[in-house]
């Protein structure tokens, strides 16, 4: 036994340090955007759209090229007196080259602007998986406080139950109880026992979503922090969907994604169009070659090399006369993709619109249900006090009594449901203006 409590105490020390406290929900929520798989798939994405835009940038620089070749040559050749000799050559060749793009039709500004733009809209995509995985998180983390509140409940009721169930074996003995009311009073145990088990069954479940959420390597000593106060009394008035559609397209990484997409593809379309202007680029370069020949008399390798040795910059201009119309063809798909993502925009803030206008509605159903849940459980609350008074003073029989405890755990577990959406709700609609996911 002592060897056991021995291990116990030392995995206690070796867990890791997140199970030592209890965490809040900003907490959670920092923790899930840090180490989610599909953010992190979203920040690579990102990374890719920056080094994109790098190598728009350097395409403004100028290139470099080396070459260096050998090679040999065997056999009958023709000379320059026209005859045919068997002479064995060979030739060693150096070269480097360099190149300025100094006008292409603004290709390279307009490929810049492009690349910045679509780094934009990666990095709001990421914004957008963040949004997405803090409301999950937020949603399972109410979660558990419900599942929470609903375990201690179930708990209330078992000590209710034993302390029904002393008074019921007090009046056995005194005769005041039949057997059948006893046995009545220890099966209702029983059942509040086995109620309470599976209630805090579905608390450590809700715990284990939560943490698989946050990527935990295990849910073991594991916990959140409950508000301090009243969620519910922290809250205010939902503003109209209007008020709140104003904010969010203003903030709304989805929308400004599109937006940007949609600037990114009038820059697509000066780029298609780029390849109607001539194109001028500056080259230069060095080169020097050795030349030996078999049987002869040939100049040394280094001589030749300087002899050899030439230079030569100049300017070369391409002008586009006809390509099969593949210029027009790719200047109308840059427009059509323009058309689409203008669309694509559109249809994202209608749908934005739709979004708050439910979530709206929602928390003002939720805001209902919950005054009305609040004042069933109360009322139910009262009838069960009641009720639990005339049990105990035997005007009421068993049945009666679990009538009235069913029909109050019920409204309570009611309230609670209704509670937690309301909570979700509003928090949901106030994340649409930017309000961060916080419980106080």
């Known amino acids: 036994m002592k060897f056991s409590y021995l291990f116990i105490g030392i995995g206690?020390?070796?867990?890791?340090?997140?199970?030592?406290?209890?965490?809040?929900l900003k907490k959670c929520i920092d923790y899930a955007i840090e180490h989610n798989l599909t953010i992190k798939q979203q920040e690579a994405s990102a990374e890719q759209s920056k080094i994109e835009l790098s190598t728009a940038k350097n395409s403004r620089l100028p290139d470099l090229n080396g070459s260096a070749s050998h090679s040999f040559s065997f056999g009958r050749s023709l000379q320059a007196d026209n005859t045919y000799n068997s002479i064995n050559?060979?030739?060693?060749?150096?070269?480097?080259?360099?190149?300025?793009p100094l006008f292409t039709g603004l290709q390279i500004p307009n490929n810049i602007a492009l690349s910045k733009l679509n780094l934009q809209a990666a990095l709001e995509d990421l914004n957008a998986a963040k949004e997405?995985?803090?409301?999950?998180?937020?949603?399972s983390y109410l979660q558990v406080l419900f599942n929470d509140e609903l375990a201690r409940v179930a708990h209330e009721q078992v000590d209710l139950s034993r302390e029904m169930l002393v008074q019921r074996e007090a009046y056995f003995r005194n005769g005041k109880a039949s057997e059948s009311e006893l046995y009545e009073a220890k099966s209702r145990v029983a059942q509040d026992e086995l109620s309470a088990v599976q209630a805090d069954n579905d608390y450590q479940l809700a715990l284990l979503d939560l943490s698989q959420l946050l990527e935990l390597p295990s849910p073991d000593g594991f916990a959140i922090v409950s508000p301090q106060t009243d969620a519910v009394e922290n809250l205010g008035t939902p503003l109209p969907p209007a008020e709140i559609y104003a904010d969010a397209l203003l903030i709304k990484p989805v929308i400004k994604a599109a937006q940007y997409r949609l600037e990114g593809a009038q820059k697509s379309i000066r780029i298609a169009q780029s390849a109607y202007y001539p194109q001028l680029s500056l080259g230069a370069g060095l080169s020097t070659n050795y030349y030996k020949m078999s049987g002869m008399d040939n100049a040394g390798f280094g001589s030749q090399l300087r002899d050899n040795f030439s230079q030569y910059v100049g300017l070369t201009l391409s002008i586009p006369i006809f390509n099969r119309l593949a210029t027009r063809n790719r200047v109308r798909s840059a427009r059509i993709?323009?058309?689409?993502l203008g669309w694509q925009l559109e249809d994202s803030k209608k749908t934005l619109y739709k979004e708050i206008q439910q979530a709206y509605y929602n928390t003002l159903s939720a805001q209902t249900q919950y005054t009305s849940s609040r004042t069933a459980a109360e009322a139910a609350k009262v009838s069960f006090d009641l009720m639990k008074e005339r049990y105990m003073n035997g005007k009421a029989n068993a049945t009666e009594f679990n009538e009235s405890r069913t029909a109050w755990m019920r409204a309570v577990s009611d309230q609670l449901q209704a509670k937690y959406n309301y909570i979700f709700r509003f928090k949901i609609l106030d994340f649409y203006r930017g309000v961060p996911l916080e419980l106080k």
């Open 132 to 139: 997405n995985v803090s409301i999950q998180v937020a949603s």
């Open 337 to 340: 993709q323009q058309t689409t």
């Open 12 to 24: 206690a020390m070796c867990m890791p340090v997140h199970a030592q406290q209890a965490w809040t």
């Open 89 to 100: 050559t060979q030739n060693t060749g150096f070269s480097l080259s360099t190149s300025v």
